[in-house]
């Protein structure tokens, strides 16, 4: 119900209708208007001081006004003054997402990716905070990139993930340590191929972002093999979208058991972004749990499945190459999927250690790297 009108604006029931700058007419709600005052907002800690759960009564305008691309409020009751630039006002009008510089479009890539990924060298991010901006955006637009240069320490890979955020343990610890030493001798050692996966499904969250340091690698064969999970989904959604759809909506069980452990989670293999595009994937043979679906749905699930499985396989998207001494691979753990070929040597060092971060705190390094931020200046 239409109240009055002054100065142009509005006055409704709960709210109020200010013109923009634009021309366009745009409501603004008043419980809105009086929460995100800009007085809410120490300007120190930037953090929302104002409380509008210890406010008794539904705010409501004493006087308003517009002048100058300026919105004036007062509040009845505490008095309380409240001013808006139009221009800001603006950025809310129509109830869109706020705009996050790091939610870029991914870019999917197939087998031939490994001359053109993205590489760093490891002192030179150290030294330089717009060369870290590059790395992530490489991270959010491909999901992977080949650091060089690293240190042959500890350290080194500490000193790298902490420029993207705080190492973040799974529930096997901070670090891993996956090491073979091979003594020359007649006997081939073998090691199975590793199968397509990405890591510890059956945490809740699995960790975002995962580094793969190399410190040694003298043994031959034991291909890395990587591919980008959106390429395959992508290819998935358009040649069989109700295979597609099977594995973005159904929640399958994995986990990870052993005396002292049971650790579970239900995950979908495909991940849809908030635009719908497709995010990642999770999949792990290794920890899929016996599937408690309904059988029925089962006859339906389990082809869609395998099929996606087969195409992991294929050739049109796996990467192939040899990860070397002082190089660290680190991609997204939720969207890149890895494994190994088999290997056989007769001697040879190979050790490789990794961690994890979080792939939120990575936009939010990449956010505090590339812009303004609101509340600065
Ligand atoms: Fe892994």
């Given at each position: 119900?239409?109240?009055?009108?002054?100065?142009?604006?509005?006055?409704?029931?709960?709210?109020?209708?200010?013109?923009?700058?634009?021309?366009?007419?745009?409501?603004?709600?008043?419980?809105?208007?009086?929460?995100?005052?800009?007085?809410?907002?120490?300007?120190?800690?930037?953090?929302?001081?104002?409380?509008?759960?210890?406010?008794?009564?539904?705010?409501?305008?004493?006087?308003?006004?517009?002048?100058?691309?300026?919105?004036?409020?007062?509040?009845?009751?505490?008095?309380?003054?409240?001013?808006?630039?139009?221009?800001?006002?603006?950025?809310?009008?129509?109830?869109?997402?706020?705009?996050?510089p790091a939610?870029l479009?991914?870019r999917?890539?197939?087998?031939?990716h490994?001359p053109t990924i993205a590489r760093f060298s490891q002192p030179k991010l150290v030294e330089d905070k717009a060369l870290v901006a590059n790395w992530i955006e490489a991270m959010l637009v491909e999901g992977v990139a080949i650091v060089t240069d690293m240190p042959?320490s500890?350290e080194g890979l500490d000193a790298l993930a902490r420029l993207i955020g705080h190492?973040?343990?799974?529930?096997?610890?901070?670090?891993?340590?996956?090491?073979?030493?091979?003594?020359?001798?007649?006997?081939?050692?073998?090691?199975?191929?590793?199968?397509?996966?990405?890591?510890?499904?059956?945490?809740?969250?699995?960790?975002g972002v995962q580094f793969l340091h190399?410190?040694?690698?003298?043994?031959?064969?034991?291909?890395?093999?990587?591919?980008?999970?959106?390429?395959?989904?992508?290819?998935?959604?358009?040649?069989?979208?109700?295979?597609?759809?099977?594995?973005?909506?159904?929640?399958?069980?994995?986990?990870?058991?052993?005396?002292?452990?049971?650790?579970?989670?239900?995950?979908?293999?495909?991940?849809?972004?908030?635009?719908?595009?497709?995010?990642?994937?999770?999949?792990?043979?290794?920890?899929?749990?016996?599937?408690?679906?309904?059988?029925?749905?089962?006859?339906?699930?389990?082809?869609?499945?395998?099929?996606?499985?087969?195409?992991?396989?294929?050739?049109?998207?796996?990467?192939?190459?040899?990860?070397?001494?002082t190089e660290c691979i680190v991609f997204d753990?939720?969207?890149?999927?890895?494994?190994?070929?088999?290997?056989?040597?007769?001697?040879?060092?190979?050790?490789?250690?990794?961690c994890?971060t979080?792939r939120?705190e990575m936009r939010s390094t990449y956010r505090a790297l590339t812009t303004e931020g609101?509340?600065?200046?």
């Amino acid at each position: 119900m239409d109240i009055s009108l002054t100065h142009g604006v509005k006055l409704k029931e709960s709210g109020l209708d200010v013109p923009l700058l634009d021309g366009t007419t745009a409501y603004f709600n008043y419980y809105w208007l009086r929460d995100n005052c800009p007085t809410s907002f120490d300007s120190q800690t930037r953090e929302r001081t104002f409380d509008i759960f210890h406010e008794a009564e539904a705010p409501k305008t004493a006087q308003v006004g517009i002048a100058d691309g300026m919105l004036d409020i007062e509040w009845a009751g505490s008095g309380h003054k409240t001013r808006y630039s139009l221009a800001f006002l603006a950025q809310y009008a129509k109830g869109t997402p706020r705009h996050d510089p790091a939610d870029l479009p991914r870019r999917a890539w197939y087998s031939d990716h490994y001359p053109t990924i993205a590489r760093f060298s490891q002192p030179k991010l150290v030294e330089d905070k717009a060369l870290v901006a590059n790395w992530i955006e490489a991270m959010l637009v491909e999901g992977v990139a080949i650091v060089t240069d690293m240190p042959d320490s500890n350290e080194g890979l500490d000193a790298l993930a902490r420029l993207i955020g705080h190492i973040r343990p799974t529930f096997f610890g901070e670090y891993f340590d996956v090491r073979t030493h091979i003594k020359p001798t007649n006997l081939a050692y073998t090691a199975k191929a590793l199968e397509m996966h990405t890591d510890t499904p059956a945490e809740d969250v699995a960790p975002g972002v995962q580094f793969l340091h190399c410190r040694a690698n003298s043994v031959s064969g034991g291909a890395n093999l990587f591919l980008d999970g959106v390429a395959v989904a992508n290819d998935l959604k358009r040649d069989f979208p109700e295979d597609f759809a099977l594995l973005a909506e159904t929640e399958i069980p994995y986990y990870c058991e052993h005396d002292d452990y049971d650790m579970r989670s239900r995950q979908r293999v495909i991940e849809l972004d908030q635009h719908g595009n497709v995010s990642g994937v999770t999949i792990s043979q290794h920890m899929f749990d016996i599937s408690d679906l309904p059988q029925e749905f089962l006859d339906r699930y389990y082809p869609a499945f395998c099929r996606f499985g087969r195409m992991l396989q294929s050739d049109k998207y796996l990467m192939r190459f040899r990860l070397n001494a002082t190089e660290c691979i680190v991609f997204d753990n939720h969207r890149i999927v890895h494994g190994r070929s088999a290997y056989s040597a007769t001697e040879g060092d190979r050790y490789l250690r990794g961690c994890y971060t979080d792939r939120g705190e990575m936009r939010s390094t990449y956010r505090a790297l590339t812009t303004e931020g609101r509340f600065k200046g």
